[in-house]
C-alpha cells in the first residue's frame, strides 16, 4: 500500500512536470503513445510515469521493463529512476533483455546450451561471398553485411529477399538481388556450421523461443507486465515481433517517439509503428510534447522551417516545437571555396566561443559521412585545438577503461584514504594518461581520449565533495559504469549526424550542407529525400544556443559546383566568401565586391557568371517562370527583330530574367539586367503587355 511519504513524493513528481509532460506521467494505464519533439523532455516524462505508477502501486517496479536502443540511454534511464527513489525496474535495450531472456530459458527449452556469440561476422560473410566468385575487398563485405542485417531485422529470408528487393529498389554494390540472396543463404550455413549466432539471432531466437514454447512464455510475461518502450520511431520489424510476444494478450504499453527524427530505414526502422500505434490499439491515450526546453527561439524556428518548409503544399511528419528558452544569436550561414576553407572557418568560429568561456567539450561539428572529418582533424589540430572524433557509446566495455577500473578498483582496495583525483592521476598515468594529448591520430590518440575522459569524470565527483578519498571516487565509478553512465568528452566532439541523436550542445557546426551530402547523392527517391530532410533536423536541434551551418562549392577533384543543400532554400541570405581579386588590384576588389551585391533568389548563394547574374539565379537552381510566358516573348521577339539577329532585341538570358521577374511597369523592367532606358522605350509596353496577359 502507498505511504504518506510516497504520496508526498507522488506530488513532488508531478509538480516537476510541465502540463504535457504531467499527462504522460498521469497516465498510468496503457496503452499510450507519447509524440515527443526534439528537446521536449520524454527522458523525464516516462521515468516520472514509471516513478507515479510505481508509488501509486498500479505497476510493480520488479516487473517493469524499459526498452531503450542504446547502453547509454538506458544507463541515464536507471540513474533518473534512482535519483526519483524507484528500485527494480530494468532498463535495458532490445539485445540486452533478450539475451538474459535467452541465457536463462535457452537450456531448459532445448536442453542444451546457447551457441555463442560470433565476435564478428566479417570472416563469415567473407566466406559466404567467396562461394559464390564475388570479391572480398572491405567495401563489398561491409555492404553485404550491412544488408544481411537489413534482411533479418526485416524478417525478410533468403528466399522473399530477391522480390522485395527488386520491388523496393534496393541494390548493394551492383550485385544481382539474387547473388545477394545466396550469399545471405551460405552465410546463415557458415553459421550453423560453425555453431554460432549473430547479434541479430539474439531477438529471431528470443521470439522462436517464445513462440515455440508457451510455458517459457507464460513466464517471461510474468516478469514482465509494465512495458516502456523509447524512442519508437526506430523498431525494426523485428523488434516489435519480440515486443508484441512480450506483451502478449496485454496492453500496459508506453511508447515514446518522434516521427521527425525517424533516420534508420536503412537499418530496418519502421517509424509507422509510432505514427500507426492508435490503429493497432484504438483504446490508445495520444499525448504529445512539444516545449522544447534545449534550444533557443532562433534554433527552434530553423528547425521548424526546416521540417515544415513554407513553400511545401503538405506537412512533414513531427511537430512544431514550441521554444522556452530565452532568445539566442542568429544562426550563422557561411558557404565556402573548398572543404578545408571551412574547416578553418569552424574552426575559427569555435576559438571565438572558447574566449566568451564555453567549454570545448561543449561544443560539436557533425557530418554526413565520415569522410568529411580528416579536413577539419586537420585544422582543429593546426590550431591546437582539443577533439574527440568517436562518441561515448558503451564506454566502460572499451578495453582501456575495463583495464583502468580493475586498477582504479585494485589501487583503493589496499589504500582507500588516499588523496582522490590525485590518485587517480597517478594511477592511470601509468596506464598511459598524460596531461597532454599525444600528436597525431590513431589507437594511441583514441585510447588516450579514454582515459582523459574517466580522468574527467573523477574530477566532477572529486569537485562535488573536496575531501573524498580513493576509494569513495572509485565506488562512484563502479556504480556508474554499472549504470552506463558514460562521460562527456574532453574536446570538441566530431561526429556524423546519425551519431549525432540523443546528444546536444552548447554549440553546433554543420559542415557539408550541400547538394550531394544532405541531401546524399545515393538518395534519390521521395521518401529516401524526407529521411535526408530528417537528418538536417536532427542536426539542427542538438544545439543549445549557438549554431552554425556551412558548405562548400568544391571539395576535391571532380567535385566542383555544390550548391548549398536545398533543404536551406529560403531560410537563409547569401553568404559565400568568394575569392576577392589579385592583390593590389582595384579592379580585383571592385569585380569581387560586385559579385558578392548579386545573389542568386532561389539558393542565396552569390552568382558567379554575367549570364547567372542576369538571370537572377543559378543555372543548376529551379527556375519559377512560365513557359508559355518564355514561348510567347520569343515569338514576339523573332517578329520584333524583322529578319535581324534575335538578340539584338533581347538575348534569351534577359527573356528568362523578364519570365521570372513578371514585371508589372517600366520601372520594373529597368531593374533587369540587360534592359536599358532606350530598350523600355521601344519595347516595353509589348513586352509588359504580353507578361500581363499571363497573370494569374
Not at 75 to 102: P, Y
Not at 158 to 173: D, H, I, S
Not at 286 to 306: E, F, G, K, M
Amino acid at each position: 500500500m502507498p505511504t504518506d511519504l510516497d504520496a508526498t513524493r507522488v506530488h513532488q513528481i508531478l509538480d516537476a512536470l510541465d502540463p504535457e509532460q504531467r499527462r504522460v506521467a498521469e497516465a498510468v494505464h496503457g496503452p499510450v503513445v507519447v509524440i515527443a519533439g526534439a528537446g521536449t523532455g520524454k527522458t523525464r516524462a516516462i521515468t516520472h510515469r514509471i516513478a507515479h505508477a510505481s508509488l501509486t502501486g498500479v505497476a510493480d517496479p520488479a516487473r517493469t521493463l524499459a526498452v531503450t536502443f542504446t547502453t547509454r540511454a538506458a544507463g541515464e534511464m536507471r540513474g533518473r529512476l534512482a535519483d526519483l527513489g524507484v528500485h527494480g525496474v530494468q532498463a535495458r535495450t532490445f539485445h540486452s533483455a533478450a539475451l538474459r531472456q535467452l541465457q536463462w530459458f535457452w537450456p531448459r527449452a532445448y536442453g542444451a546450451e546457447l551457441p555463442p556469440l560470433s565476435e564478428s561476422r566479417f570472416g563469415m560473410v567473407a566466406e559466404a561471398a567467396s562461394r559464390s566468385r564475388l570479391s572480398t575487398e572491405t567495401t563489398m563485405i561491409r555492404d553485404l553485411s550491412s544488408e544481411i542485417s537489413w534482411s533479418k531485422v526485416s524478417n525478410v529470408t533468403p528466399g522473399t529477399y530477391p522480390g522485395l528487393a527488386r520491388a523496393t529498389g534496393r541494390e548493394v554494390n551492383g550485385l544481382d538481388v539474387a547473388q545477394v540472396a545466396k550469399v545471405i543463404s551460405d552465410y546463415e550455413g557458415i553459421k550453423r556450421e560453425r555453431g554460432v549466432i549473430d547479434f541479430e539471432d539474439i531477438l529471431l531466437c528470443t521470439v522462436a523461443m517464445m513462440h515455440e514454447h508457451p510455458q517459457v512464455a507464460a513466464e517471461v510475461r510474468d516478469r514482465y507486465r509494465h512495458f516502456t518502450v523509447d524512442e519508437y520511431q526506430d523498431v525494426s520489424p523485428l523488434q516489435q515481433s519480440l515486443l508484441m510476444a512480450w506483451l502478449g494478450d496485454r496492453d500496459d504499453i508506453c511508447v515514446v517517439g518522434d516521427p521527425a527524427q525517424s533516420i534508420h530505414s536503412y537499418a530496418g526502422a519502421r517509424p509507422d509503428f509510432l505514427t500507426g500505434f492508435a490503429r493497432n490499439f484504438p483504446e490508445a491515450t495520444t499525448i504529445s510534447l512539444d516545449r522544447d526546453y534545449r534550444s533557443t527561439p532562433q534554433v527552434v524556428d530553423l528547425a521548424n522551417n526546416v521540417l515544415h518548409p513554407p513553400h511545401f503544399n503538405g506537412r512533414s511528419p513531427g511537430l512544431v516545437l514550441r521554444a522556452q528558452r530565452p532568445d539566442g544569436p542568429a544562426p550563422v550561414f557561411e558557404g565556402h571555396t573548398t572543404d578545408a576553407d571551412e574547416a578553418r572557418a569552424v574552426v575559427g568560429w569555435l576559438k571565438q566561443l572558447a574566449a566568451k568561456g564555453i567549454e570545448w567539450r561543449e561544443m560539436a561539428v557533425l557530418f554526413r559521412i565520415n569522410a568529411q572529418a580528416p579536413a577539419l582533424e586537420a585544422a582543429l589540430t593546426e590550431a591546437g585545438v582539443p577533439y574527440v572524433v568517436r562518441g561515448s557509446e558503451r564506454f566502460y566495455e572499451r578495453p582501456e577503461i575495463r583495464q583502468a577500473l580493475r586498477l582504479l578498483a585494485a589501487h583503493a582496495q589496499n589504500t582507500p584514504d588516499d588523496p582522490g583525483l590525485a590518485s587517480v592521476k597517478a594511477v592511470l598515468g601509468g596506464a598511459g594518461w598524460t596531461e597532454e594529448p599525444p600528436t597525431g591520430a590513431g589507437a594511441a590518440r583514441e585510447r588516450w581520449e579514454s582515459l582523459a575522459a574517466l580522468v574527467d569524470l573523477a574530477s566532477d565527483i572529486a569537485a562535488e565533495d573536496a575531501t573524498a578519498g580513493l576509494g569513495p571516487i572509485v565506488d562512484e565509478l563502479q556504480q556508474r559504469a554499472a549504470r552506463q553512465e558514460a562521460p562527456l568528452g574532453q574536446g570538441v566532439t566530431l561526429a556524423t549526424l546519425h551519431s549525432a541523436k540523443g546528444l546536444e550542445w552548447d554549440a553546433v557546426a554543420l559542415v557539408g550542407v550541400a547538394e550531394g551530402s544532405i541531401p546524399f547523392s545515393l538518395s534519390v527517391t521521395p521518401s529516401a529525400i524526407d529521411e535526408e530532410r530528417r537528418l538536417l533536423y536532427v542536426g539542427l536541434t542538438r544545439a543549445r544556443e549557438h549554431l552554425r551551418v556551412s558548405w562548400s562549392r568544391t571539395g576535391g577533384p571532380g567535385r566542383g559546383g555544390r550548391r548549398m543543400s536545398r533543404f536551406l532554400v529560403g531560410l537563409t541570405p547569401g553568404t559565400v566568401r568568394d575569392a576577392a581579386g589579385a592583390p593590389g588590384t582595384d579592379n580585383g576588389a571592385r569585380r569581387s565586391r560586385s559579385a558578392l551585391s548579386q545573389k542568386c533568389r532561389v539558393c542565396g548563394e552569390s552568382l558567379g557568371t554575367a549570364a547567372e547574374r542576369k538571370v537572377g539565379r543559378h543555372a543548376t537552381c529551379a527556375s519559377t517562370y512560365s513557359e508559355a510566358l518564355l514561348v510567347d516573348l520569343k515569338a514576339w521577339r523573332k517578329e520584333a527583330a524583322d529578319g535581324a539577329p534575335a538578340f539584338i532585341v533581347f538575348t534569351d538570358a534577359t527573356l528568362v530574367a523578364i519570365a521570372e521577374a513578371m514585371p508589372g511597369d517600366e520601372d520594373d523592367l529597368l531593374e533587369i539586367s540587360g534592359v536599358g532606358p532606350s530598350k523600355v522605350g521601344r519595347y516595353g509596353e509589348a513586352v509588359l503587355e504580353i507578361v500581363d496577359a499571363h497573370r494569374v
